[in-house]
């Protein structure tokens, strides 16, 4: 217990006084402060103007404010500078994130958000520049010592081993023993108390996998809470969650941030950091271009500052005239993912497929590819019965799919760049039993340019593009292909706004083409923005379809993904 | 820089090892000659390995001995390495009697003596190439424990052999005591031979069999003293070491304590000091010009309990 | 280009590195043979004997001192010396001339020789055999330095030690390519080894004219060929792990080895077997000729054909590769296909330097095989390789195999020292890609 003079004045909102008014607070005197957890419970003297004239004494006790954290400076980055062989990283970057508050990172793919961020958690050492938190200097060398100095960073691939529990996971390398044997009790009331404190509502004896997407983040927040986070930096949340999800989550964010915490949010989705963060701060080509209130700034400015030059339209006007029907599919049934699905997509017209994650898009879709096999029904192709046992009779019959996991199931991430264009394209560059590596290289090099794929060379390894290249060269290995149905699964997940337009340019061009485009997409501004068309799928079966798509709202699309 | 760094330290690690161990052999050898035999972990092949040692030094001979580890293509690959450093002879003991042929072809090529010892080869070109082959006279060793055989049982009742097939000395030892129960109309029966590997959990294994399916026999012999051994234990587990009589062969260190302590009533002696002591003189007069006998072979001994009372190596755990 | 070079084929420079340590340590005075060498000796006896002189020029038959006695000889008796004479022989050989000359009552005042003659007993202990003798010389030409190491018959040697190891590893690095892994191979040298011989000793046994062997090897490699082939449709159908599947395998093939043999060796074989793997019909070895074959094969077939590519891509990412199109299931079932084919042709060849067929051959040697694929680059976790790594890799192990034995470094010491060598190669591999060796030399800096 300390007498501290109190350097800040309090929030109001969390002063509790028997109902007399104050005017002002004049001045706060801490008497006491006790630390519990997350929670600090501070006994103050308030000093208050009255309506009395009289200056006044009020006792008062605060939740949650440590004099020294409330709304001081958290964290501070100064000029970090970070160059890889061949890429200047990061050019002098400082930040600045204050406690209670949330700073949303933005920027392009390869602008250096996840080099900063990788910094800040000991994933990588700058080549200088200093880190600061709470005023301390702080040498951040290994994961550990982040975690030490109160960092907690929530990847998108989350940390959480899914054949343990819970509770297991939360104390991972930390476990509460007693003579070697695990105090599984003890843990487990830790985590309960832990759970209370942000609102979850989780078993904690369940194991992660059967968790879903949304939970398992919520058991990363609190994994990061139960190490006395100060720090925690959350690297595209939502990726995977509904909107149900995402609204959860918001709420967790606030209640930490009223627990004195600073959230670092790096998003691509712009309506999402116009909602929860407090500042805004961008990063373009390794520089910090600027940081603003949130309430400064618009969407336009945001993404001119983002893409560094002023943007028209986000998305590209175009005309529609669609030909004969491409493909038409009847009645598609497996299990419960798909039931009973029929549509049809034309040639030159966009369809875009919007739903809830587990809908059954993508389900859907593979089996049109052949990579699942249906239980029944029939797939039309150019008003012909086609039979797609595999991806290889998919191909041959001119459709090709870009997988949602571009990663996983897209590329050869240990191959290079050519070597992953040329994979279903080879019977195109054989001569006699031989490939002939000039015509796929000659090939590849139209389409670097065509596509502007910035790569350092063809030979480059595809795991070190950034995730808009490497869509790029997903792209340009079926374009090569020549295909006349192209599905395209969340085509811009996990790209930057810059690249985002340049495909959505491409998919005009192609559509000028006379292709038929299938588009699932769970951002519904890209939905409404290029669909010609909309089916909403819910649980497994198409809920509704949308013709007018110009004068539809995201309320419609979601009403039928909803109910 | 760290990589490069790294590479140095790991070359110099192994060079220096190397270095080391060619070093530690003292200099002032006149030649060197090169042993290989089947499994130098047999203490019998140890011993043989080592007096051979001993004795080829007193002529200013290093010896280099390796084991073949049971398998014919290593042990032709030792061969050429022989022939390769120029070895002044080989001492061969043969994995494989007909696949040691192709290594000795080799050596004989390049013009190096090959003395074999224990087991002979019997490729029928490579072994006209063969300059002297010692060994025990197994099939007297057979005869020999024939004659215990017949002797402790007093020619009655039903005997088991466990053999080892793969091994022509074993064939002989068999042979020779077949012969000897048919040359004096034995009355015994042999009712099963099988193979106990010559170890002995494998002789335990195959004589556990054995009494289970012939609970009636009188008497085991076995190739070796380690398969004996192991049958022994069989014996011993079903509690009819009365009724059952193991005759083995070798008298190893081993073989001589069982003798003692009555598990085994004969162990027909090897002698592989002899061996060894014999191989080296046989170079030693190819050297000088004198004849050399094509084959000798050192005729085995009984081993009785009255043999092993007194004998002082078998206190001291000698061959 | 050279960087990719350098970054492909390392291993190639820690090969050179250890072939230049073991010819370093191996120099060895070595005796120079032949008739040049007479030449010098020619020389040295003219200025030094009397044309009247008894001299002796002695070969060890068979080897390199045997010409140079009969050259010398030649040489001497054209000078004028007479009595001049030459024993190419066994030392009991020159036993009896030294008889013969004492008995006529001649004084012997020379041997000249070459080789490891003068070593042999008769000679050294002459003074005391022969004192009649006694201002005998021995004569031989200067000795000079050279690695035994590089000597020819022992680089021949090195190639042949690894020839099967190597073949097999072929095949080994196409399934480890696809993340998988092949435990059987051991085993199935010596299914292919003891099928073919027996079919071999059916067909007419020692009689047997040439083809009866051929057909034997096509037999046995194509039985291999089968086995090999049921392990990979069980891996490609029911998804069964390759360590599992090929570990079953290995066991039911070393069996059934055993089964067909009783245990024992086949010894009835035709003369014409070891053709394949000892024959020399242009003066390089058989086995280095198929071994080179068979590499440029292979290596052209991974680096320019659709179905190498479709190996890679199998092992790099075997859903992105089905969803490409890629008949994954029928790249499986091949890789493993060619990887027994491989072994079943190791074991022909291991028969034919064996000249038998055993049951007991091959063993522990899937280990090696994939040391070797390891050591020459190839991930375990599939997607990358290079097949002329391989070859490096298997050479890196023979080297230091052989050079232990040239150095006379005990067995089981080999086997410590190989081991490490094994884990040093790809601990310095790792490196080279920037892997964790290299974080944890640089962990020291400070910023």
Not at chain 2, 99 to 122: L, M, N, R
Not at chain 2, 158 to 180: H, M, Q, W
Not at chain 3, 250 to 256: D, K, N, Q, T, V
Not at chain 3, 385 to 396: D, H, K, N, Q, W
Request: charged letters at 20%.
């Amino acid at each position: 217990m300390e007498d501290r003079t109190c350097t800040c004045i309090p929030m109001l909102n969390e002063l509790v006084f028997s109902g007399q008014y104050v005017e002002s607070v004049l001045s706060c005197e801490l008497r006491a402060a006790r630390c519990r957890d997350v929670l600090t419970y501070s006994l103050a003297m308030l000093t208050c103007a009255s309506s009395g004239g009289e200056p006044v004494l009020y006792p008062v006790i605060m939740m949650a404010k440590d004099t020294k954290r409330c709304n001081s400076l958290l964290l501070e980055m100064r000029q970090i500078d970070k160059s890889f062989p061949g890429v200047h990283a990061l050019k002098n970057v400082s930040m600045k994130l204050r406690s209670g508050e949330v700073l949303g990172l933005v920027g392009e793919n390869g602008a250096g958000k996840s080099t900063l961020i990788k910094v800040l958690g000991g994933a990588h050492l700058p080549d200088s520049g200093s880190i600061l938190i709470e005023g301390q200097s702080f040498h951040i060398l290994s994961p550990t010592a982040a975690q030490q100095a109160g960092v907690s960073i929530i990847y998108q691939e989350f940390n959480l081993i899914p054949e343990l529990t819970v509770r297991e996971n939360i104390f991972l390398g930390r476990e509460k023993t007693r003579m070697g044997f695990v105090r599984a009790g003890e843990e487990h009331r830790k985590t309960l108390q832990l759970f209370s404190k942000i609102g979850i509502n989780i078993d904690a004896n369940t194991r992660c996998s059967e968790l879903t997407v949304a939970q398992q983040q919520t058991v990363e927040i609190a994994k990061a809470l139960s190490v006395n986070a100060k720090i925690i930096v959350m690297d595209e949340p939502t990726a995977t969650l509904t909107a149900r999800e995402v609204g959860r989550l918001f709420a967790v964010i606030r209640d930490l941030k009223s627990h004195g915490l600073g959230i670092i949010y790096i998003s691509h989705r712009f309506d999402e950091v116009f909602d929860v963060a407090d500042r805004v701060m961008v990063l373009r080509d390794g520089k910090h271009v600027g940081t603003e209130d949130i309430s400064d700034i618009t969407r336009e400015k945001l993404i001119e500052m983002t893409v560094g030059r002023p943007i028209e339209s986000e998305f590209p006007r175009r005309s529609s005239n669609p030909g004969h029907v491409r493909l038409r599919v009847e009645d598609l049934c497996r299990g419960k993912a798909v039931r009973n699905v029929s549509f049809s997509v034309r040639a030159g017209e966009i369809l875009g497929f919007a739903g809830l994650v587990g809908a059954g898009r993508t389900e859907t879709m593979r089996l049109i590819f052949g990579a699942d096999k249906p239980d029944s029904g029939r797939i039309f192709i150019n008003d012909v019965e086609t039979d797609i046992r595999g991806p290889k009779d998919a191909i041959r019959n001119r459709i090709c799919l870009l997988t949602e996991d571009r990663k996983g199931h897209g590329l050869v991430l240990i191959h290079s760049c050519r070597e992953n264009f040329g994979l279903p394209n080879l019977d195109r560059f054989v001569r006699g039993l031989f490939i002939d590596q000039r015509k796929e290289r000659k090939e590849f090099s139209g389409f670097v340019e065509s596509l502007q794929i910035r790569i350092s060379g063809h030979e480059q390894l595809v795991m070190n593009l950034s995730g808009g290249n490497q869509q790029k060269v997903v792209l340009a290995k079926w374009l090569e292909r020549n295909a006349d149905i192209m599905i395209f699964d969340e085509p811009t997940r996990g790209i930057d706004v810059g690249t985002k337009y340049e495909i959505y340019l491409l998919m005009n061009r192609l559509i000028n083409e006379g292709k038929a485009i299938i588009m699932i997409s769970s951002e519904l501004p890209e939905i409404l923005g290029l669909s010609d068309r909309i089916i909403v799928m819910h649980e497994g079966r198409i809920k509704g379809e949308i013709t007018d798509v110009a004068n539809s709202t995201q309320e419609d699309i979601l009403s039928m993904a909803i109910a | 820089m760290n990589r490069n760094r790294a590479l140095t330290w790991c070359v110099l690690g192994i060079a220096l090892a190397a270095f080391v161990t060619s070093c530690s052999k003292t200099p002032d050898y006149k030649g060197k000659i090169g042993v290989t035999c089947m499994d130098l972990t047999n203490p019998f092949f140890k011993l043989i390995a080592n007096v051979m040692q001993e004795e080829a030094a007193k002529y200013g001979y290093e010896v280099v001995a390796l084991s073949g580890e049971l398998d014919p293509a290593k042990q032709n690959n030792q061969l050429s390495d022989f022939v390769a450093q120029g070895y002044d002879a080989i001492f061969l003991n043969p994995v494989d009697s007909k696949a040691a042929g192709e290594g000795v072809k080799k050596a004989h090529k390049a013009g190096i003596p090959v003395f074999t010892y224990d087991v002979q080869v019997t490729d029928e070109k490579a072994k006209d190439m063969i300059v002297s082959h010692i060994g025990s006279d197994n099939y007297q060793g057979g005869l020999l424990a024939g004659e215990s055989m017949m002797k402790v049982t007093g020619d009655q009742g039903k005997i088991a052999i466990i053999t080892y097939p793969e091994v022509t000395s074993c064939i002989l030892r068999v042979n020779g005591f077949k012969d000897y129960l048919k040359e004096h109309d034995s009355k015994l029966v042999i009712v099963t031979e099988l193979s106990g590997k010559g170890n002995r959990s494998d002789g335990y294994a195959v004589a556990t069999d054995i009494l289970t399916a012939y609970p009636d026999i009188v008497g085991i012999f076995a190739i070796n003293d380690p398969s004996g051994l192991g049958a022994y234990a069989a014996v011993f587990k079903a509690g009819k070491t009365e009724q059952v009589t193991i005759v083995a062969f070798d008298a190893s260190p081993a073989g001589k304590q069982a003798v003692f302590e009555k598990k085994l009533y004969d162990s027909p002696q090897q002698f592989p000091r002899k061996m060894a002591k014999g191989t080296v003189e046989a170079f030693i007069k190819y050297l000088n010009g004198e004849e050399v006998p094509k084959k000798k072979f050192i005729p085995c001994a009984h081993y009785y309990y009255e043999d092993s009372v007194n004998d002082k190596s078998r206190v001291a755990e000698q061959w | 280009m050279t960087r990719k070079l350098l970054n492909d084929y390392g291993m190639f420079f820690v090969l050179l590195l250890l072939s230049v340590l073991f010819s370093v340590l191996t120099l060895k005075e070595q005796m120079p043979e032949g008739s040049a060498a007479a030449a010098q000796l020619v020389e040295q006896i003219n200025n030094e004997f009397k044309k009247s002189d008894i001299i002796l020029t002695v070969g060890a038959v068979n080897t390199g001192s045997g010409p140079f006695a009969e050259a010398l000889f030649k040489d001497l008796r054209g000078e004028g010396f007479s009595n001049v004479d030459k024993v190419v022989g066994i030392p009991r050989d020159l036993r009896l001339k030294l008889d013969d000359i004492s008995a006529q009552g001649g004084v012997l005042a020379a041997i000249a020789t070459t080789g490891d003659v003068p070593k042999w007993l008769v000679i050294e202990l002459m003074p005391e055999k022969y004192p009649e003798f006694s201002g005998c010389k021995v004569l031989a030409p200067k000795s000079y330095m050279w690695p035994v190491f590089l000597k020819r018959s022992n680089l021949l040697a090195i190639v042949d030690r690894i020839v099967v190891i190597a073949l097999i590893a072929i095949g080994m690095t196409m399934v480890i390519i696809t993340a998988g892994i092949d435990l059987s191979v051991g085993s199935l040298i010596a299914l292919s080894a003891v099928i073919g011989t027996l079919l071999m000793k059916k067909m007419g046994g020692l009689q047997a004219p040439g083809w009866v062997v051929l057909v034997g090897f096509l037999v046995g490699i194509l039985s291999c060929g089968i086995v090999g082939g049921l392990g990979g449709f069980i891996v490609a159908r029911f998804k069964v792990a390759p360590f599992i599947t090929t570990l079953g395998i290995m066991m039911m093939a070393r069996g059934l080895a055993f089964m067909i043999t009783g245990g024992f060796s086949i010894y009835q074989v035709p003369r014409a077997l070891p053709w394949l793997g000892q024959g020399r019909p242009l003066g390089i070895p058989n086995t280095v000729v198929l071994l080179a074959v068979l590499y440029v094969t292979a290596h052209i077939f991974m680096a320019h054909t659709r179905l190498g590519r479709y190996i890679y891509a199998v092992g790099g990412n075997k859903e992105a590769a089905r969803l490409s199109g890629i008949p994954v299931k029928f790249v499986v079932v091949f890789v493993y296909v060619i990887s027994s084919l491989a072994a079943g042709l190791g074991g022909c060849i291991q028969a034919s330097q064996l000249n038998t067929g055993t049951p007991n051959i091959g063993i522990m040697y899937e280990l090696y095989v994939i040391a070797a694929v390891v050591v020459g680059g190839t991930s375990l976790s599939g997607g990358s390789g290079r097949i002329l790594g391989t070859l490096i890799g298997a050479f890196i192990i023979s080297v230091i195999q052989n050079g232990m034995n040239l150095l006379g470094i005990e067995s089981y010491t080999q086997q410590v020292v190989l081991g490490a060598v094994i884990l040093g190669a790809v601990l310095l591999d790792k490196a080279r890609s920037g892997g964790g060796l290299l974080t944890f030399l640089q962990k020291k800096k400070k910023y």
